[in-house]
């Protein structure tokens, strides 16, 4: 018999065993995260997540992990994590019974609303939220820059790292660029500070400001995920593979980017909170040309950032890989929500 109880240190070694074992995807693209160290870092990111395990006969057979965020107007809503279920044990109603444990919990709080992202070739994750009611409103492109030339940056421009002088004045920034967005919660210095300083990796000396003529006009931070995460692809698409075997040729005649192979380990670098003043859009192009020359020099390979579908830096050309994540959604309120555009929390997307 199945018991559902929360998540101990010692379940830590299957969890993670497990997690290899449900890949993001399906028999034609597939993508692995390797937490490697602990199954549970991804949640300490918040202050108010569970986090439970399925049990049978002293196995892991499921588990579940969910956070509960306030809006800026108070509202409770849930943000569904992941669930996993051991392949030994597939097709036994353990999914059933987890999901279950997230939407009694977020009827007992008074949520208005669960979501969850779903790795767009994943098929059965969104044939089983659909069959729970969940539907998708909206996506967000995950959005890849491969790290492999310099890029030379306008002379008008000075990039630096930020000072804690200019916090207020890249938080209006931010909070004028994202307003109005599902998810987002408008910055105060105290928690911006807060919120940069608590995610391992990241921190106030990898947030960048731009200025012209003196003034900020556009910034972002930068996001070693590999504190946390690492990744590889179990199935690598047919076109991906072509792709690869073309790169390979030409970089004999120039430098091409890299394609990565099945079973390859890479990590990523992600932009975090990437604004810019509506009429400085070339100050965020100098920006990303300017952190691709930084991992470049550090012989990192691919730096990334996850944008709404109607951002306007989907126009920049730096980004030439696109994949999709799909928000789904679950309303258990009688709220109207927006959908229309989000703000996608960084620490959301640790798979």
């Not at 992941?82 to 279950?100: D, K, T, Y």
């Not at 200025?211 to 910034?219: H, L, N, R």
């Not at 859009?281 to 709404?308: M, P, R, T, Y």
Request: hydrophobic share 40%; aromatic share 14%.
């Amino acid at each position: 018999m199945v018991s559902i109880r929360p998540f101990k240190e010692s379940d830590n070694e299957q969890i993670l065993a497990m997690e290899k074992l449900c890949p993001q995807g399906d028999e034609n693209y597939a993508l692995i995260t390797d937490k490697s160290l602990d199954a549970s870092a991804r949640y300490k990111l918040y202050d108010n997540y569970h986090f439970l395990v399925a049990e049978e006969s002293g196995e892991i057979a499921g588990s579940i992990g969910w956070v509960v965020k306030k809006s800026n107007k108070g509202d409770l809503y849930i943000y569904l994590v992941e669930v996993n279920v051991h392949p030994n044990f597939r097709r036994q109603g353990i999914a059933s019974q987890l999901i279950n444990e997230v939407e009694k919990h977020a009827v007992d709080i008074g949520a208005n609303y669960i979501y969850c992202y779903i790795y767009e070739p994943n098929k059965a994750s969104k044939v089983l939220f659909t069959k729970y009611s969940y539907f998708n409103p909206i996506y967000f492109k995950s959005c890849v820059l491969p790290v492999y030339k310099t890029v030379k940056i306008p002379e008008k421009f000075v990039v630096k790292r930020i000072k804690k002088n200019e916090i207020h004045e890249v938080v209006d920034i931010i909070n004028h660029y994202y307003e109005g967005r599902e998810h987002f919660i408008p910055y105060t210095a105290d928690s911006f500070e807060s919120f940069v300083n608590g995610i391992p990796g990241y921190t106030l000396d990898n947030f960048w400001v731009v200025k012209e003529k003196g003034e900020i006009v556009a910034c972002t931070g930068l996001w070693d995920t590999s504190r946390l995460v690492n990744y590889y692809y179990k199935k690598l698409p047919l076109s991906l593979k072509a792709i690869s075997a073309i790169f390979k040729f030409l970089n004999k005649l120039t430098k091409m980017p890299k394609i990565m192979s099945e079973g390859e380990y890479f990590k990523l670098n992600f932009m975090v909170d990437p604004a810019f003043k509506s009429e400085n859009s070339d100050a965020i192009s100098a920006l990303i040309g300017h952190l691709n020359n930084q991992l470049l020099e550090a012989k990192e390979e691919f730096l990334v950032v996850n944008l709404d579908p109607g951002d306007i830096l989907l126009d920049n050309t730096h980004f030439t890989n696109f994949e999709k994540w799909l928000v789904f959604v679950k309303i258990l309120g009688r709220k109207l929500i927006d959908f229309n555009t989000i703000y996608i929390d960084i620490r959301d997307c640790i798979g």
